[in-house]
C-alpha cells in the first residue's frame, strides 16, 4: 500500500503531516505522493478538491480519507487527534466505500481553423459559468429539447456532493450524495415580461446532459471548484453526469444529515 499526505498551506496541516509521516514510517507504509493506492488529505473540503484535481488522472486507482483541521467538511471525516485511528484503519479492509461521481463538463471551442475543438474537463462540486460584467445570453438544452433562452449573471452545475456548497447558496437543493442526478440553479436570472426563465433549480437524471450555447461568450468565466478560467471563443459546453467518480473509505454510514444538521443548523 502506498500513501500520499495532501495538505493545505495552514501550519497545523503541516504539524499533522509531520505526525502522519512518522506513525505511517513506523508502521512500515511506504509513502509515495506520485503514484498512491490512498490520499490523505489534512486541511478542509478545499483541500479535498485541490487534492482530487491533483490526482484526477489516476482518480479510478484512488481511495481518499479526509482529516479537518478546521471547521467539520462534507468530504473529511477524521480529527487530527484520531491520527492513530487513521493509520489503524489504513491498514484493515477497504471495501466500505463511497463512490462520489465527478461533473463532466464539455467545452467545444471554434479552432483556427473554424474546426470544433473539444476539451474534456471535470468537476467535483461544481462548475459555473458567470459573467461578472454583461448579461449573458444562454440558450439551455436538455438532450433534445430546446429548453430556455436565458439571460443573466450565469448558471451553476453542481454534483450531488456539491450541492451543500455554492449550489446551496444560490438557492438549489440539497441532494443525498448516493443519488444519481446532477443539478442546475440560476445565478441572477433576469425575468421579466420580456426574458423568463424556469426560475427553479433543475434535478437532471444522470442519463441526460444539458447544453448551453450562446452568440457571445466574451468575458464570460468558467469556474469548476476552486479553479476558473477564460475563454474567448468557446461555442458550446455540454455538461452531464460522468462514470468517473472520486472514492472515500467510509468511517461510518450515514453522515450526510447529521452534517447537514451540525453544519447548517
Ligand atoms: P474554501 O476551501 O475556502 O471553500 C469554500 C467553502 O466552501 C468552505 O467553507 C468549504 O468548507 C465549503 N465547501 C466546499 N465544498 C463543500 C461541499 N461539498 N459542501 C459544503 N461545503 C463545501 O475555498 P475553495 O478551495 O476555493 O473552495 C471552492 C468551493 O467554494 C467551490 O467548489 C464552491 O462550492 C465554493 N464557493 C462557494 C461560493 C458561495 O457559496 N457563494 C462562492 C464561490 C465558491
Known sequence: MRVA???NEREVSWQVKQQLIEKLVEQGIEIDDHCPDIVLTVGGDGTVLHAVHHYINQI???????????????????????LDEVVDFLQQDHRNVCQYPLLSIVLCEC????????HQLYAFNEMTLLNAYRTQHLNVTIDDLFFESFRGTGVCLSTPTGSTA??????????????RAFQMTEIASINNNVFRTIGSPLIIPEEQTVTLQSENFKDVTIT???LYESYQNIQKIR????????TFIKRREGLFWNRVKQHFL
Not at 479552432?111 to 473539444?118: I, K, L, P, Q, R
Open 239 to 246: 455538461v452531464s453526469l460522468s462514470n468517473r467518480s472520486v
Open 111 to 118: 479552432g483556427s481553423t473554424s474546426y470544433e475543438v473539444c
Open 224 to 226: 469548476r471548484d476552486h
Open 5 to 7: 499526505i495532501y495538505t
Open 166 to 179: 455554492y449550489n446551496k447558496s444560490l438557492g438549489g437543493a440539497l441532494i443525498y450524495p448516493t443519488l
Open 60 to 82: 479510478e486507482d484512488i481511495k481518499f480519507i479526509g482529516i479537518h483541521t478546521g471547521h467539520l467538511g462534507y468530504y473529511t471525516d477524521w480529527l487530527p487527534s484520531e
